[in-house]
Each structure stands twice: as structure tokens, then as C-alpha cells.
Nanobody
Framework: QVQLVESGGGLVQAGGSLRLSCVAS????????MGWFRQTPGKEREFVAD????????YYEDFVKGRFTISRDNAKNTVYLQMNSLKPEDTAVYYC????????????WGQGTQVTVSS
């Protein structure tokens, strides 16, 4: 199991930027990929972006392409989400998740960090 702790959320005006961080601990040697998801009240959690832990390949949902960048620092067991050109519709609780080697789904989750974008 991997423990995940997010930070970096907050209140920002539309057009602004935030950088989220997620530090992993525990069985970090078994991480295959890490991702960011988000959820708003009354809606299901949705995928934002993820990154392969060894090769660094990335994948983004269409609604964040060109605005958000996911990156990792393996030495620090940390994944980042740089969010630029934020829009009010980006307001959500953002969750970090880990997919472990041998698994095809994200099973370990952080507690979430609130991002609020004002218009």
C-alpha cells in the first residue's frame, strides 16, 4: 500500500495558476503510475492526468490539455500538477492516486486538496 498526501490547493482568480504536490510513502517501489483526479459535489470523480513512474510518459484529459502539466520527482516520491490558465469550471477537490505494478486501476488515494477558481 502507498500513502499519499496532497498539498498546494487554494483560492485563485480565473486565469491564474496553482501547483499541486503529492508525496508518496510506503511501498513506493511498487508504483507504476501516478495520477490526478478531481471531483465536484454531485458529480463522479473524473480523470485529469497521469504519468508513468519509470518512463515519464504522460496522458491528459482533453479539458486540461495545454493548460495543465503533470511531472514527477522520483527521488522525492512526488508528483506535481502545474495548473495554468485556470477557469471557474476547474473548481473541484483534486485527488492524487497511485497505480501499483501488476494492477490496472488506481487503488491508493490521497485525502484531496480543494481548488477554487473565482470568476
Amino acid at each position: 500500500q502507498v500513502q499519499l498526501v496532497e498539498s498546494g490547493g487554494g483560492l485563485v482568480q480565473a486565469g491564474g495558476s496553482l501547483r499541486l504536490s503529492c508525496v508518496a510513502s510506503g511501498r513506493t517501489f511498487s508504483i507504476a503510475a501516478m495520477g490526478w483526479f478531481r471531483q465536484t459535489p454531485g458529480k463522479e470523480r473524473e480523470f485529469v492526468a497521469d504519468i508513468n513512474w519509470s518512463g515519464g510518459s504522460t496522458y491528459y484529459e482533453d479539458f486540461v490539455k495545454g493548460r495543465f502539466t503533470i511531472s514527477r520527482d522520483n527521488a522525492k516520491n512526488t508528483v506535481y500538477l502545474q495548473m495554468n490558465s485556470l477557469k471557474p469550471e476547474d473548481t473541484a477537490v483534486y485527488y492524487c492516486a497511485a497505480r501499483l505494478t501488476g494492477s490496472d486501476s488506481y487503488e491508493d488515494w490521497g485525502q484531496g486538496t480543494q481548488v477554487t477558481v473565482s470568476s
